[in-house]
């Protein structure tokens, strides 16, 4: 059975940095693309950063919105999909959702409805 744990998310204040992390079980961790996705309050979910299968050659990808602020990135041995999150911004407020997918070349990194198992969400507050 596969589960996906998000946490880390708290209130922080405007500039802040949180990592938010995901533990992965009963999925081979290398072959799966993960994924962060959020959903502000009133909003749809939408994409925030995503890191291919590790056969892949390929890269992380982010939102306009947040690149340069945060990293996406795993580690292998712990099956954990980590989000460092830094200079947070008020509209940076949302439930985080881990999800994974099973890795493929030709699919956008970025397309949630293309993730298949999710995880429950974690919220992330940015105080101004």
């Known amino acids: 059975q596969v589960q996906l744990v998000a946490s880390g998310g708290r209130t922080v204040q405007a500039g802040a940095s949180l990592t938010l992390s995901c533990v992965a079980s009963g999925l081979s961790f290398d072959t799966y693309d993960m994924g962060w996705f959020r959903q502000a309050p009133g909003k749809e979910r939408a994409s925030v950063a995503a890191?291919?299968?590790?056969?892949?050659?390929?890269?992380?990808a982010y939102v306009e919105s947040v690149k340069g602020r945060f990293t996406i990135y795993r580690d292998i041995p712990k099956k954990t999909v980590y989000l460092q999150m830094n200079s947070l911004r008020p509209e940076d407020t949302a439930v985080y959702y881990c999800?994974?997918?099973?890795?493929?070349?030709?699919?956008?990194?970025?397309?949630?409805?293309?993730?298949?198992?999710w995880g429950q969400g974690t919220q992330v507050t940015v105080s101004s």
């Open positions: 890191s291919p299968y590790l056969l892949s050659d390929g890269t992380p």
């Open positions: 999800a994974a997918r099973y890795g493929s070349r030709r699919r956008s990194l970025l397309d949630l409805n293309d993730y298949n198992l």
